[in-house]
């Protein structure tokens, strides 16, 4: 009996000081976390780039409208067009844009004068107070200029993520939303006209 105890104690020993596949269980317990890391990093990378797409989206219809004195029909979609261009390489499906022309009357009241958005339906509605991120109790050289007019361009990009993370909720896609806002002071004449018929 006691043969068979010592000869268990020198397996158990053996077991112990036996360093063969320390790795491969060392790599088995790291690689779900370099794996994580990857493909997190590798997404988060992404919304970044389209972060910045989005704000030289807003950047850039803002600028467009701004520099004409009228828009029309075609021109607005050529705008839009040049918004899809510019989210290039990632799909301009989940990007919505909308661009405004804002009213500021002789008193510092800021209204809609009028408003498209691509796709449709997501226009701010005509006489809608705005209320302009600057106010003249904050900043010397405000916007909110009295009897100016603004062109005010809005994008939103809904990015969702190839590899959903879905620990808390099977219903979870990753879905994150991505935003930027440009205020641009008209650059000639005294108004931009929205030409529905002809300009």
């Keep these: 009996m006691r043969a068979l105890a010592n000869a268990f104690v020198r397996k158990i020993a053996r077991l112990r000081d036996d360093?063969?596949?320390?790795?491969?269980?060392?790599?088995?317990?790291?690689?779900?976390?370099?794996?994580?890391?990857?493909v997190g990093g590798t997404q988060w990378t992404e919304a970044i780039m389209i972060k910045r797409k989005v704000q030289l989206v807003s950047r850039t219809i803002a600028d467009l409208v701004a520099q004409d004195t009228s828009v029309s029909n075609a021109e607005m979609t050529s705008i839009f067009s040049a918004a899809a261009a510019v989210i290039q390489p990632?799909?301009?499906?989940?990007?919505?844009?909308?661009?405004?022309?804002?009213?500021?009357?002789?008193?510092?009241?800021?209204?809609?004068?009028?408003?498209?958005?691509?796709?449709?339906?997501a226009a701010r509605a005509v006489n809608t107070t705005v209320t302009l991120p600057w106010t003249p109790a904050t900043i010397k050289n405000t916007m909110n200029m009295a009897s100016t007019v603004l062109v005010?361009?809005?994008?939103?990009?809904?990015?969702?993520?190839?590899?959903?993370f879905t620990l808390f909720s099977?219903?979870?896609?990753?879905?994150?939303?991505?935003?930027?806002?440009?205020?641009?002071?008209?650059?000639?004449?005294?108004?931009?006209?929205?030409?529905?018929?002809?300009c």
């Design 19 to 38: 360093a063969a596949g320390v790795s491969a269980v060392e790599f088995a317990i790291l690689l779900p976390i370099m794996i994580l890391l990857f």
């Design 90 to 121: 990632f799909s301009s499906t989940p990007m919505q844009v909308i661009v405004s022309r804002v009213d500021i009357d002789a008193n510092g009241n800021a209204k809609i004068g009028w408003s498209d958005s691509s796709p449709t339906g």
């Design 152 to 164: 005010w361009s809005e994008t939103s990009y809904t990015y969702t993520p190839p590899v959903a």
């Design 170 to 198: 099977s219903s979870n896609t990753g879905a994150i939303s991505l935003t930027d806002q440009t205020f641009f002071r008209q650059r000639t004449g005294s108004t931009i006209v929205r030409c529905t018929s002809g």
